[in-house]
């Protein structure tokens, strides 16, 4: 189900680009695990939930790569619930892409609740961009789901993206909207993708964003939330 993330743990991405044999990297991700596990069993009854959870997040994301992902599913699903009641939206979403990545029956349902969260709070863009990815990812090449998550992507990356991630974002979301024009209508130029965009109205944000909440609710029924959409609403900063 899960595709390689744009972001992910850089410290766990870095021992597994520069493991060699897939041996290896098993070392180093068990490696990593029993440093993270170690971290959180240290931690006095006193610490903060919010380390806590960070680090029961940590382990999660290594219990995925050794293989044991009922074990990720429930480190990680706990953490969020953690991440929500503490308002700690980026930490929420990064929670939500691993239990995407564990790839149990529940994870499309955690990718939409990383895709409200990441749309709707300010978090890194860049995470953003890799959760709509994601969603592009699960749907048929010719629904217009995958459009609008592209749109969608493009959008969050223009008006988000500081300075110095601004070209090299854009550049990618600009690339995935192009690459779903083609897989959804056979589009192959500037022209054609203008045509497109505006035949399926991927050009006002006021429109295509409601459309976006459409296709979350495809995949999560409105009473099967996780947490109350209108009460994290109110807590959108302004």
Not at 220 to 226: K, N, Q, Y
Request: aromatic content about 6%; charged content about 25%; some cysteine.
């Amino acid at each position: 189900m899960a595709s390689k993330n744009v972001t992910g743990n850089k410290e766990l991405d870095k021992l597994l680009i520069e493991s060699s044999t897939p041996e290896q990297s098993k070392e180093d991700i068990q490696d990593y695990l029993d440093k993270k596990q170690a971290a959180y069993d240290a931690l006095e009854a006193s610490a903060e939930p919010v380390d806590r959870a960070r680090l029961q997040l940590d382990v999660a994301e290594a219990l995925i790569g050794m293989g044991r992902a009922d074990e990720s599913w429930e480190k990680a699903r706990s953490a969020l619930d953690t991440f929500i009641e503490l308002e700690k939206w980026q930490d929420a979403v990064e929670s939500c892409d691993v239990l995407y990545q564990s790839a149990q029956p529940a994870s499309i349902v955690a990718l939409a609740h990383g895709v409200w969260l990441s749309v709707s709070y300010p978090v890194d863009p860049t995470l953003t961009v890799n959760m709509l990815n994601y969603v592009i990812d699960e749907t048929p090449a010719t629904a217009d789901g995958a459009a609008v998550a592209a749109v969608t992507a493009h959008y969050i990356a223009d008006v988000r993206a500081a300075d110095d991630q601004h070209k090299s974002l854009t550049f990618l979301t600009k690339q995935l909207l192009a690459n779903v024009a083609k897989e959804h209508s056979g589009i192959e130029n500037q022209e054609g993708l203008s045509l497109w965009m505006e035949r399926l109205e991927l050009l006002d944000p006021d429109v295509f964003l409601p459309r976006l909440s459409l296709v979350l609710g495809a995949i999560v029924p409105v009473d099967e939330w996780w947490f109350d959409r209108d009460v994290l609403r109110e807590k959108i900063p302004q």
